[in-house]
């Protein structure tokens, strides 16, 4: 890029990087897991067994603070409709409150969508405490809540709180609202549109306030937002549970912008690169720009593409597995790079929880399971919550079965070729076959 930079100087009018477009997930410290909600109602609320329709309550009791919230305040509540981008309908009124120069939530969707909760079952067999219950994690679609919220530091955010237990939630921030943000509050002159800055009266003030946002600044707005807008639990909850939030970020996309004096030259330039990065980027050499080495074994998208996102405007997108890097051109002299880095496994964050449950009731296990929970599996219940004789034998799972020293054709020890089957080629008679007559 400054090698860019030098050849094209005299086309450019500046060149900033930052942070763009950044997705994080929030997650319930102390009521992540099944042991912990068990001893949150039995130890802290009290109640004795926990069903359905004591998670129901806690669902129904958010659903309606959220209703007289959004009464109380005068917020437009509406369903989500399909075909319809939230955020172009949200516009008008996130135009009105920079106009009035007012800071708070303007807006709230609901939607249903696939969220994380928790399943409750009754064991198949009985057992000494009657109001023992399985907790389970499962994925069900239930009611979403997207609070459109303009803050004074990070400037439009939406925050997404699932409805259902344990009320995860999700946060949508953009690195140039926080940049517009510090260039008002500091009096520099700037034209902004969408997220882009087509000019600035100080560029290097533009880009001191981009190398300002920190972790320590978007943990503290985002723990504001979520103590006003999240699920509530009382003070004498959040004490003995140690109640906080943990955040992950599951997206962020960080960009180099470069701003032409004119079209002519951008225009051009993109159509190079365009052909140059088709033909002459390789999965060897993708795989070289994300520090990596390509193997049989690789999972994911490895591919170079154009995509059109509307008439005239097209995206040039390199693809190593979960990210991606991507170049486009708008406004006329505004050409973008930027490297956008997806990681899907962070919305599971129990294998990485810190610290150890202090009590673990009903005898779920406080150590997490060896692998991710899926509520589809159908079958002997595990030793840990078999209420049944523990002398009993564990069922032999697919990882004991793998590693079995006995072959499928029940001969234990093979002595030689351990992974094959047994040969069905039978021998050849050693005594030779007379051959028939030829016929006339």
């Known amino acids: 890029m ?13 060149v900033y990087h930052c942070f ?28 004795p067994a926990v069903s359905k329709e004591v998670l129901s309550q806690r669902t129904a009791d958010y659903q309606a603070w959220v209703e007289a919230f959004a009464r109380n305040h005068r917020l437009p509540i509406e369903w989500a409709e399909n075909g319809v981008r939230k955020e172009d309908h949200v516009l008008p009124w996130q135009r009105r409150m920079a106009r009035a120069e007012a800071y708070g939530v303007y807006f709230v969707f609901k939607s249903m969508e696939q969220g994380t ?74 034209r902004k549109h969408d997220n882009a800055f087509l000019a600035v009266d100080d560029v290097t003030a533009l880009q001191a306030a981009a190398d300002k946002l920190s972790p320590e600044i978007i943990r503290r707005r985002l723990d504001y937002w979520t103590l006003i807008l999240g699920p509530k ?10 109640l906080s939030r943990f955040y992950a970020i599951t997206q962020v996309e960080y960009c180099r912008n470069f701003i032409f004096k004119r079209h002519f030259p951008i225009h051009k330039l993109f159509e190079r690169s365009c052909e140059l990065g088709l033909w002459r980027l390789t999965a060897d050499k993708i795989a070289e720009i994300f520090g990596t080495r390509l193997n049989r074994k690789m999972r994911g998208k490895l591919a170079t593409v154009i995509d059109r996102i509307e008439h005239g405007h097209h995206v040039f997108r390199a693809y190593f597995k979960n990210a991606f890097l991507k170049q486009y051109e708008k406004f006329a002299t505004f050409l973008r790079n930027a490297l956008v880095s997806a990681l899907p496994n962070h919305h599971r964050p129990l294998c990485r929880f810190p610290g150890a449950v202090a009590q673990r009731p009903c005898r779920l296990s406080a150590a997490p399971a060896p692998r991710p929970a899926d509520h589809r599996r159908c079958g002997p219940l595990p030793r840990h919550q078999d ?54």
């Open 2 to 14: 400054e090698l860019f930079t030098q050849l094209f100087g005299e086309w450019l009018a500046f």
């Open 20 to 47: 763009d477009r950044i997705v994080i997930y929030g997650y319930l410290s102390g009521l992540s897991r099944p042991e912990q909600v068990v001893h949150f109602f039995r130890n802290v609320v009290g109640v």
């Open 117 to 190: 909760t928790f399943r409750v079952t009754v064991p198949k067999y009985p057992t000494k405490d009657p109001n023992y219950r399985i907790l389970a994690h499962q994925r069900s679609r239930f009611t979403h809540y997207y609070f459109y919220i303009r803050d004074e530091v990070l400037g439009p955010i939406v925050m997404r709180a699932g409805s259902f237990f344990p009320f995860q939630t999700t946060y949508y921030l953009n690195g140039h609202s926080f940049i517009e943000q510090e260039l008002t509050r500091a009096q520099i002159g700037f």
């Open 233 to 242: 639990f009382s003070a004498k909850q959040r004490k003995q549970l140690n």
């Open 387 to 440: 209420p049944r004789s523990p002398s009993r034998p564990p069922p032999r799972g697919p990882l004991a079965c793998r590693h079995s020293p006995r072959r499928l054709d029940r001969q234990a020890n093979p002595p030689c070729r351990p992974h094959h089957l047994r040969s069905l080629r039978r021998r050849l008679p050693s005594q030779p076959t007379a051959l028939r007559p030829a016929q006339a």
